[in-house]
């Protein structure tokens, strides 16, 4: 008798937490999708040429000192994705499954998801991903 499995497609999990972002920054706090595009392509470079951990220095960065449109979106993506202890935020899924327990906020995750290459591989892609499609959400909207 085999062991059934269940395999997440987490691509799923990327373009529903997208949607729900651009949702918010649309309807909630009155953004435009070109603000939103624009905002969200610098923070895919960062993520893209200098890594994860610059991400999150840069997205905690802009939601407190950027100006009001870069602080509603850093905030809400930094809430989304990596989120606060309790937070349904994306990387804190258990779907996911990654290590985040013990992780508070946005810097002891990146802490937690250096001690495993893994991990940090596999966030950097969804978030890549969230990203990405929050992008095309915003063009789309």
């Given amino acids: 008798m085999g062991v059934q499995q269940t ?11 997208a949607r729900r972002i ?9 953004l435009s999708g ?20 610059a991400y999150m220095l840069y997205v905690l960065w802009k939601r407190y000192s950027g100006n009001p449109v870069e602080r ?14 309790g937070e349904p935020s994306l ?8 290590p985040l327990q013990g ?6 995750v990146g802490q937690a998801l250096a001690r495993d ?3 940090l591989f596999l966030a950097k892609e969804l978030l890549t991903r969230t ?6 959400y915003a063009r789309a909207a």
Wanted: glycine letters at 6%; a negative charge.
């Fill in 7 to 17: 395999v997440e497609n987490l691509d799923f999990y990327c373009a529903d937490y």
């Fill in 22 to 30: 651009v949702d918010g920054l649309r309807y909630e706090d009155r």
């Fill in 34 to 53: 070109d603000e939103i595009t624009q905002m969200i392509s610098k923070v895919l470079n960062i993520l893209h040429v200098n890594g994860l951990y």
């Fill in 72 to 85: 509603k979106i850093a905030a809400r993506i930094d809430s989304m994705l990596v989120g606060e202890v």
């Fill in 91 to 98: 990387l804190r899924l258990d779907a996911i499954g990654l």
């Fill in 103 to 108: 992780a508070k906020d946005t810097l002891a």
């Fill in 117 to 119: 290459l893994q991990d």
């Fill in 131 to 136: 990203l990405t499609y929050v992008r095309f």
